[in-house]
């Protein structure tokens, strides 16, 4: 007799400035961000190969970005996942910042110290 999956679940590792989904307690991918004042710039999102196919992506960043609503934080979508999941999901279009030089300037410091 199977069990049926675990609904995945999507917790915050701050100090790894990033957001991970796990499927029955293991870590299938992860969006990752740094934190620019009030805006959280989302610069990568991965799963991994074995959960491919399964939305845990759309789910991880949906997620994700509910809890940056919930902290009063805005998003900036450097991530191609990210922008393209935000063109389909206009519910955050509001607290959405456009890419800017200067915060891909700023990324590109922060990522290689």
């Known amino acids: ?9 999507v917790r915050q590792v701050d100090p ?5 989904i796990l499927v029955d307690g293991t870590s299938a991918g992860f969006t990752a ?4 004042d ?3 710039v989302f610069h990568h999102t991965e799963i991994d190969d074995a959960f491919a196919g399964q939305g845990l992506a759309s789910t991880l960043v949906r997620n994700a970005l509910n809890d940056v609503r919930n902290s009063g934080k805005r998003v900036v979508p450097v991530c191609p996942y990210v922008a393209k999941f935000l063109r ?3 519910e955050f279009a509001d ?3 456009p890419v800017t030089p200067e915060v891909l300037q700023w990324l590109d410091t922060v990522l290689t110290r």
Do not use: G, S
């Open 88 to 90: 389909k999901h206009d």
């Open 16 to 20: 790894r400035h990033r957001y991970e």
């Open 38 to 40: 009030e805006q959280r």
């Open 95 to 97: 607290i959405t910042d």
């Open 33 to 36: 961000y740094r934190d620019r």
């Open 1 to 9: 007799m199977t069990h049926p999956a675990a609904a995945p679940t």
